[in-house]
């Protein structure tokens, strides 16, 4: 089984700073044959169920703000937020799907306002 | 707009078996582009995925709760369904439906989830 661990658990940043939620896979999750990551970010407001924000570790889902980024490869990943804004007040879940059927996400990583 | 709406009882007695019903309406659940799934949350903690279905009736789960759990469709209804069984308080939790891509096997649309307490 892929198990995925993020840090920090949680973390504090003052409104329009850069924020950076980390994710890393106990294997690879980069798929030789096309060069791509099968790595997915999730953004869950309390009460909510859990958002789509990026997909194939760096791509958009369709109507999320630019300020939201996903970078890294293989087994290093990186949610950023350029710029905080109070409605990103969040937990955060990385999820990979290279062991479909079978997919596995992190524990969450909670941001809150400094 | 896809939308997704969990139904079933929100108390289920332990060793007994728990029965959700996700209806999908905006979209028909037999466009075969998609798994419709099932995830759960206990109170405060991570996602588990549970299983997932496809359009043909074809299923897969989570092997930690392969002996109980099945998933079936009925695309008259447009609805797909979970039962698992022999509970126990540690099945407490939020179940969400979602939909993933065949393709990005990622969540796009989730149901707003039911809470199932399992309680005597």
């Known amino acids: 089984d892929i198990v995925m661990t993020q840090s920090p658990d949680s973390l504090a940043v003052s409104l329009g700073e850069r924020a950076t939620i980390n994710c890393k896979s106990s294997?690879?999750?980069?798929?030789?044959?096309?060069?791509?990551?099968?790595l997915a970010w999730y953004q869950q407001k309390p009460g909510q169920p859990p958002k789509l924000l990026i997909y194939w570790a760096s791509t958009r889902e369709s109507g999320v703000p630019d300020r939201f980024s996903g970078s890294g490869s293989g087994t290093d990943f990186t949610l950023t937020i350029s710029s905080l804004q109070a409605e990103d007040v969040a937990v955060y879940y990385c999820?990979?799907?290279?062991?479909?059927?079978?997919?596995?996400f992190g524990q969450g990583t909670k941001l809150e306002i400094k | 707009q896809v939308q997704l709406q969990e139904s079933g009882p929100g108390l289920v007695k332990p060793s007994q078996t728990l029965s959700l019903t996700c209806t999908v309406s905006?979209?028909?659940?037999?466009?075969?582009?998609?798994?419709w799934s099932w995830i759960r949350q206990p109170a405060g903690k991570g996602l588990e995925w549970i299983g997932r279905?496809?359009?043909?009736?074809?299923?897969n789960y989570n092997p930690s709760l392969k002996s109980r759990v099945t998933i079936s469709v009925d695309t008259s209804k447009n609805q797909f369904s979970l039962k698992l069984s022999s509970v126990t308080a540690a099945d407490t939790a939020v179940y969400y439906c979602a939909r993933a891509g065949i393709v990005v096997v990622a969540y796009d649309y989730w149901g707003q989830g039911t809470l199932v307490t399992v309680s005597s």
């Open positions: 905006g979209g028909s659940i037999s466009s075969g582009s998609y798994y």
């Open positions: 294997q690879s999750v980069l798929y030789s044959s096309n060069n791509k990551n099968y």
């Open positions: 999820q990979q799907y290279y062991s479909t059927p079978l997919c596995s």
């Open positions: 279905i496809y359009t043909s009736g074809s299923t």
